[in-house]
């Protein structure tokens, strides 16, 4: 039998199966995405109760089967953080889903995702501490991103590397180049390229690189923004989030 192992891991998702088991799937800081079974969970919810629900922050004991991709799950432990503080907020219960279900669309099983697992860490200990905000989901998307190969550029145009000047000339962002083209290159970005404020492209690259907290203080640009960045992960997820209808109705 192989050896149990654990690592600290958050929830993205769980469902019941057959008869007293519960298949969860988890963002691990030591092993990537994994998926396994907690046998006969629904019939002890004691040992269980709430570490094996989405949101929650725990320890992860498994061990894992010579075939199959599905791991035996041992036991759960609360992790240091334990559960985030979101349930009695709406805002903060659709922010919350949705940065489960980006992390699960951005990581792959089997890949290693520890700079993942800790933003998502970092974005729901900020969120249970704080409030749902655009400039949070924002950051988190630019972080999520960045650790999934995807940096967005927002502080210079793609094409010269000029550096954009807060006060300066509106910009354009180009879903294929991953970034800003400035307005002297606008002839070259292709139709269809998001027009941006220069000082709202400027709040995008902080947000960026600002940690969560500091984030939750700034103010995001207007709208285009997020069309910039809802474009970009539309070209990229093969399929539309669930979570980003909801968060958008309200938020
Ligand atoms: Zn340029």
């Keep these: 039998m192989p050896a149990e192992e654990s690592t600290p891991a958050i929830v993205l998702r769980a469902r019941d199966y057959a008869e007293s088991d519960r298949i969860v799937t988890l963002l691990t800081r030591d092993f990537g995405k994994l998926s396994g079974i907690a046998k006969g969970a629904k019939a002890s919810r004691r040992r269980y109760e709430r570490k094996l629900e989405p949101f929650s922050c ?71 501490q704080g409030q749902a905000s655009a400039a949070l989901r924002y950051a988190y998307e630019l972080k999520l991103l960045r650790a999934a190969g995807y940096g967005l ?73 997020a069309l910039a960045l809802a474009r970009f992960l539309a070209s990229i997820l093969d399929r539309k989030l669930r979570s980003a209808d909801f968060l958008d109705r309200v938020l």
């Design 153 to 225: 550029e927002f502080e210079r145009c793609r094409l010269c590397n000029n550096v954009i000047e807060a006060n300066g000339s509106a910009v354009y962002f180009v879903v294929a180049r991953g970034g800003i083209v400035c307005s002297r290159c606008r002839p070259e970005a292709p139709e269809g390229a998001v027009r941006l404020d220069a000082a709202s492209a400027a709040t995008l690259a902080l947000l960026g690189i600002a940690s969560f907290d500091e984030a939750a203080s700034l103010v995001p640009g207007n709208a285009s923004g």
């Design 58 to 128: 725990v320890t992860l004991f498994f061990k894992r089967r010579p075939l199959g991709q599905l791991v035996f799950i041992t036991r759960a432990e609360r992790g240091e953080t334990g559960h985030p503080a979101i349930e009695d907020d709406l805002g903060k219960i659709a922010l919350g889903s949705y940065m489960l279900e980006l992390a699960d669309a951005l990581t792959t099983e089997e890949a290693e995702a520890t700079h993942a697992y800790n933003i998502l860490a970092d974005a729901l200990a900020a969120l249970g």
